[in-house]
């Protein structure tokens, strides 16, 4: 007798959103092991999407040899005219909200997987028996309930509602006199940015150029609007970190607490900051060093940050010995913005750019200058632009080969902005706090 043929099967049943969900869910959960199983239980022929299958096909065949899927190995081994769809499944998380909803969506395809085949084992089981004919039918019958009422018509009303309830924070937000964002430190940004948004955040420069000191401004910032940081310090110790913060909060020359002089009150004042920051929840991390640790411990501990610092891309190290720094950077941007949009919260990351991309500018009053950065110059470095909310360039005209001009004309660069404006806001280097401030802000003669 031949067998009874199971039909509706197909679990996904052509939702191109909620394919790319699931795919989503591979390159931010591959390690998870629910998500595997899920994963492995999904068929090919499923997806409806022509590229979707190719990336699914890549995707498995990357688990196969024990390496985590990530943008470029998937690149790789798909055809030039799939990348729109593969930058489409990337951006398929615009809320940890939806993130959650394609999680329960995955293991409900898991568990009716499950039970499908369940009944199909009891129904190849009864095909040589016909008296069994009608319990069969049965059985049939129930693969397609399963299979129907496994993928509900997608949930538009709950993502409207999802949409409706974000924008209403938002304005709750900006009505209490607060910001949409993290605080970012400077007047000038806040009023472009509106804070620091759920994205990835790039400051970008020159070795010397201030980004270190531009991170550290937002990392009190955002400590004193009550938010917790994690701060991925790769291009220094904790410590230095620790004594920028102390230097800009108290104006104690930065030079004093590098060169381990500074006397009891000033000690007692680093020590008070130290206490500060433990109570406030920053964490500094400086053991993640690879690709794949980077964004695996970062999302293990999304629940303990509100903001993620990284100083600084090119100091992270691949994943993988194959890989050249431009590969590793585009991977890093993209599962940092990956990253971002599936907890929630913003991500900051500091690019180094090579001072020969920059080259030198006009001379202003009689000396040469570094000429301005531009969106340009990061090319090289990999598609960070690309997957930014924002890039900011700090700017110092004047700063030589290792930033030790005290001049304090400086700028702040917006290069990119999705959401907004581009253009500058003028600050001033103070070179004694190695520290960027506002024109407005206050500070000694001395300090200059």
């Known amino acids: 007798m031949s067998s009874l043929p199971i039909t509706n099967e197909r679990l996904l049943m052509g939702d191109l959103a909620l394919e790319r969900g699931m795919l989503c869910l591979a390159f931010t959960h591959s390690d998870h092991p629910s998500v595997r199983e899920a994963l492995a239980s999904l068929r090919e022929r499923e997806f409806l999407g022509t590229a979707h299958r190719a990336i699914y096909r890549a995707i498995t065949e990357i688990l196969k040899t024990g390496e985590r899927p990530d943008l470029n190995l998937v690149r790789a081994r798909i055809e030039p005219q799939m990348l729109p769809a593969l930058v489409d499944v990337v951006n398929e998380f615009p809320r940890p909200d939806l993130a959650q909803t ?203 940050w509100d903001l993620l610092i990284l100083d600084h891309l090119q100091a992270v190290r691949p994943s993988s010995k194959t890989r050249s720094v431009y590969e590793r950077v585009t991977a890093l941007a993209y599962g940092l913005k990956a990253l971002a949009l599936e907890t929630g919260k913003p991500v900051i990351a500091l690019c180094q750019v090579p001072k020969r991309a920059i080259g030198e500018g006009e001379k202003e009053d009689g000396e040469p200058t570094v000429r301005p950065p531009s969106l340009n110059d990061l090319k090289g470095s990999g598609d960070i632009a690309d997957a930014a909310l924002t890039v900011t360039f700090p700017y110092r005209p004047h700063a030589g080969a290792y930033g030790g001009s005290v001049d304090p004309k400086a700028r702040l660069i917006v290069g990119k902005n999705q959401n907004g404006p581009c253009g500058e806001i003028v600050v001033r280097w103070n070179a004694r706090l190695a520290k960027f401030e506002e024109l407005a802000e206050g500070g000694n003669e001395d300090d200059r």
């Open 102 to 304: 394609y999680a329960n969506e995955l293991r409900a395809l898991t568990g009716a997987r499950q039970a499908i085949r369940a009944c199909r084992r009891a129904a190849d089981s009864l095909n040589d028996d016909p008296t069994n004919l009608q319990h069969l039918q049965d059985l049939r019958d129930q693969i397609d309930k399963i299979s129907s009422s496994s993928t509900a018509e997608p949930t538009i009303d709950d993502l409207y509602e999802a949409d409706i309830r974000y924008g209403q924070e938002l304005r709750a937000r900006v009505k209490q006199g607060g910001l949409v964002g993290v605080p970012t430190g400077f007047q000038g940004l806040d009023a472009v940015f509106g804070g620091w948004q759920v994205g990835l955040h790039i400051i970008a420069g020159a070795r010397s150029m201030g980004k270190s000191s531009m991170a550290t401004t937002c990392l009190i910032a955002a400590t004193s609007a009550g938010k917790r940081v994690r701060f991925i310090s790769l291009d220094m110790m904790p410590f230095f970190v620790q004594i920028r913060v102390a230097s800009h909060i108290w104006r104690v020359p930065l030079v004093v607490y590098a060169t381990g002089r500074q006397d009891d009150e000033q000690q007692a004042l680093l020590e008070r900051t130290q206490a500060r920051l433990l109570a406030a929840g920053v964490y500094f991390d400086s053991r993640s060093r690879d690709v794949g640790s980077v964004i695996r411990n970062a999302l293990a501990s999304a629940s303990q």
